[in-house]
């Protein structure tokens, strides 16, 4: 002891992880997660986000025209990433996914009841990207909006 102070050293029984564990850990993981990537199918995902995203921007248009008391239009080009609705107002479906394209056969007018105007069949607007693909319906008369 060299004044008053007492060293001890411990060997054999430190605690921790050595490191071929650790690289043993982060392979199992490895391992796992290529497994497991296959499985998940990211495309349908933004594809519903997407379809979500179109099926708000409908209603906001149809609750703008009724609470303005005035027509309101839902432009969609077919095969495009854009579209107006509402009072002007575009979207860009890009920010979502980069290849998600949305197409309808004919703009959706909103009347002040929000009904669609001149629409006697269901309309349908269909988001794709890739081999995944999601519909969205607008009922005639009622303008009930729906994504099967």
């Known amino acids: 002891m060299k004044n008053g102070i007492r060293f001890s050293i411990r060997r ?8 071929i564990e650790l690289v043993m850990v982060i392979v199992i993981i490895g391992i796992v997660a290529v497994a497991v990537a296959p499985t998940l199918d990211i495309g349908s995902y933004s594809v519903s986000n997407g379809a979500e995203l179109v099926a708000s921007d409908i209603q906001t248009t149809q609750l703008e025209a009724m609470s303005r008391h005035i027509q309101l239009t839902i432009s969609i080009t077919g095969g495009s990433q854009t579209y107006t609705y509402g009072n002007g107002e575009s979207r860009n479906l890009a920010e979502v996914n980069s290849s998600l394209t949305v197409s ?14 001149g629409v006697t069949v269901a309309q349908t ?3 794709a990207s890739g081999t995944s693909t999601q519909t969205i319906t607008v009922q005639p008369y009622t303008g009930k909006i729906s994504i099967p």
């Not at 054999?12 to 490191?19: D, L, V």
């Open 12 to 19: 054999g029984s430190e605690r921790g992880f050595t490191m």
């Open 104 to 117: 309808s056969a004919t703009p959706i007018t909103f009347n002040s009841l929000g009904e669609p105007v």
């Open 125 to 127: 607007i269909t988001l």
